[in-house]
């Protein structure tokens, strides 16, 4: 098996990908769906932003450096990796705030329908916004579908938005990006998608599925850094008469002649809010340029791989230790991230961690393992498979030390 998984190391196209990152030693790390791992460009990126254009450019840096551009020119880096043509993306704001800016301009682009459709067992975050937005306007009604629920019995002619994860933060599941837009469509609604689990690992098309909006993360899989702003994708046809309920003075058609009244960018600056974290933008823009260099195919064939020879080791080495594959069995349907249930499955991960193996745990039971292939080897997979057998067979994980939860899991 070692050998095996050393010699698809050797043959990885994606394998010289890894030195561009900063990896403590002794670390499997499969918590990229969370934190992606540091760019070591971004040190160096980090410098100039602060010693030459801050220091040196002061308030100059928002024209000689391209400050104020950066949510449109990061925004097209960002669109080109989910399949969107040039500007219709920006950088800004958190997943949270672009997903109330959509699913609240969606509503107002289906005047007459007042329902959104949302996934009962969603992101939690995404349905607080969901659940916020449509107790904040009169007679919006929330939707949920439930798991396994197929999307068409939810489509009634009232809908006016569905919003739906491409990629379970849970089980790891992938959703038809193509067919299920196209069904919300002939349904006459409009599309949301939450791309924070696929966006840098999975191919996404947004253009040629004729998606209506998008939001994800690029802390995750993008790898730009803790509280990275996110992008928010709306289809150029939207934009002449999207409405945006945050409708701040970036997002105005002039924003330096400082008028008295709000008159919106024609464009996808429409999408802006406020003054943007500058110093978090500067971080992002090495780790979003690593991807043009970068075969989406490539990454998906590999992350197929990891996942399914994970999945692989850990049930032939753990059965019988009460794990359960929560992920769907069929690598085309998972996206980079194998998640398993175990009735102890916090102290089990916590074991892991202080093995050098970095997943993550998700209330109630759920194991995640997050599979980057830009970072990880297959004998990544082999390691992490022994040290939970390990930790499974010595029973390793009812230590004390591994029962106690912090703040953040
Ligand atoms: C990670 C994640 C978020 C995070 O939103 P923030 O505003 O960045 O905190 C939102 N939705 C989904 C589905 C996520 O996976």
């Not at 406020?274 to 340029?289: D, F, H, I």
């Not at 082999?382 to 390990?390: I, K, T, W």
Request: with cysteine; hydrophobic share 50%; net charge negative.
């Amino acid at each position: 098996m070692t050998a095996s998984a050393e010699q698809l190391d050797r043959d990885d196209p994606l394998a010289a990908m890894r030195d561009l990152f900063a990896l403590p030693e002794g670390v499997v790390y499969l918590d990229g769906n969370s934190l992606g791992a540091m760019p070591k460009a971004v040190a160096a990126e980090m410098r100039v932003a602060v010693d030459e254009e801050w220091a040196g450019d002061l308030i100059g840096a928002w024209t000689k450096d391209g400050w104020w551009l950066l949510p449109e020119t990061l925004g097209d880096l960002a669109g080109a990796i989910v399949g969107a043509a040039p500007g219709q993306t920006v950088v800004s704001d958190g997943t949270s705030i672009n997903l109330h800016k959509a699913l609240s301009a969606a509503l107002d682009a289906r005047p007459g329908r007042h329902v959104i459709v949302a996934e009962a067992a969603g992101f939690p975050a995404d349905l607080y916004i969901a659940e916020a937005l449509s107790a904040a306007r009169a007679g919006v009604e929330l939707r949920y579908l439930a798991e396994g629920e197929p999307l068409a019995t939810a489509l009634s002619t009232d809908v006016a938005v569905v919003l739906l994860s491409h990629v379970d933060y849970r089980t790891g599941a992938l959703r038809d990006m193509a067919p299920e837009t196209a069904a919300v469509h002939d349904a006459g609604a409009l599309m949301v998608w939450d791309l924070c689990h696929s966006a840098g690992v999975v191919p996404v098309a947004l253009d040629d599925c004729a998606v209506d909006f998008a939001v994800g993360c690029t802390y995750k899989y993008l790898n730009g850094g803790p509280g990275a702003p996110a992008f928010i994708y709306v289809a150029a046809r939207l934009h002449a008469a999207a409405r945006q309920p945050l409708a701040g003075w970036w997002a105005h058609a002039a924003p330096f002649d400082f008028e008295r009244g709000f008159r919106a960018d024609r464009g996808i600056r429409k999408f802006l809010c406020g003054t943007q974290p500058v110093l978090s933008l500067r971080a992002l823009k090495p780790a979003l340029e690593l991807y043009v260099a970068v075969d989406l195919a490539a990454v998906r064939e590999k992350s197929m791989a990891l996942t399914q020879l994970f999945i692989d080791q850990v049930e032939a080495r753990c059965a019988g230790h009460g794990l359960e594959l929560l992920s769907p069995r069929s690598a085309e349907r998972r996206g980079s991230q194998v998640a398993f249930t175990h009735p102890h499955g916090f102290a089990i991960a916590r074991a892991l961690i202080a093995r050098g193996v970095v997943g993550d745990f998700r209330a109630p039971d759920v194991m995640r393992f997050g599979m980057a292939p830009l970072y990880l080897r297959y004998r990544d997979m082999v390691d992490a498979a022994a040290a939970l057998e390990e930790v499974l067979v010595t029973e390793a994980w009812r230590a004390p030390e591994f029962q106690k939860r912090g703040a953040v899991t």
